[in-house]
Structure formats: structure tokens, C-alpha cells
Nanobody, 117 residues
């Protein structure tokens, strides 16, 4: 079982920045592939970014490439999402995800990000 707790959401003006954090429980953090997803009102949850277990490989949705950066600190059991040049369309609830090579995906409770124009 993995428990995930996100933080760092809030209200920001367009063009601004936020950094989200996700702290994971347990001693197996370095075995987890970590990711971020988001869900805007009336829309389905969508992929944002993912980082490999070592942190050496990342992937991003086209909509956030060049603006968002995912990273992890295995010593702190934490994954981050640095969001720059935010746009109103980035407004959503952001969810942290975690999964082992085999098995279910775990989710955090979500953190709200609101970008005003």
C-alpha cells in the first residue's frame, strides 16, 4: 500500500509559477514510477508528466512540454512538478500517481491549481 499526499496548489495569475509536491509513504519509493495527472471541471483526468524510478527518464504531455518539469528526490520520498508560464487552461485538480512495475496505480487526494487570466 502506498499513500500519497500532494501540496503546493493555489491561485496564481497567468504567466506565474507554482511547484507541487507529493510525499509518498513507505520504504519502497525508489521502486515506484511517479506521475502527475490533472482533471479540469467537466473533463476526464489526463496525463501530465511521469518520471522513472531513478529520475533519469521523464515524459510530458504535449500541452505542458517546455513549461512543466517533473523531478523526484528518492531520499525524501517526494516527487515535484514545477509549473512555469501557467495558463488559464492549466486550471485543474492535480493528482499525484504511483505504481510499481506490476500492480495497481495509487492516487493522492489531489490539489487545486487555479490560474487567473
Amino acid at each position: 500500500q502506498v499513500q500519497l499526499v500532494e501540496s503546493g496548489g493555489g491561485l496564481v495569475q497567468a504567466g506565474g509559477s507554482l511547484r507541487l509536491s507529493c510525499a509518498a509513504s513507505g520504504r519502497t519509493f525508489s521502486s515506484l514510477t511517479m506521475g502527475w495527472f490533472r482533471q479540469a471541471p467537466g473533463k476526464e483526468r489526463e496525463f501530465v508528466a511521469t518520471v522513472s524510478r531513478s529520475g533519469g527518464s521523464t515524459d510530458y504531455a504535449d500541452s505542458v512540454k517546455g513549461r512543466f518539469t517533473i523531478s523526484r528526490d528518492n531520499a525524501k520520498n517526494t516527487v515535484y512538478l514545477q509549473m512555469n508560464s501557467l495558463k488559464p487552461e492549466d486550471t485543474a485538480v492535480y493528482y499525484c500517481s504511483a505504481n510499481f512495475p506490476i500492480g495497481p496505480k495509487y492516487w493522492g487526494q489531489g490539489t487545486q491549481v487555479t490560474v487567473s487570466s
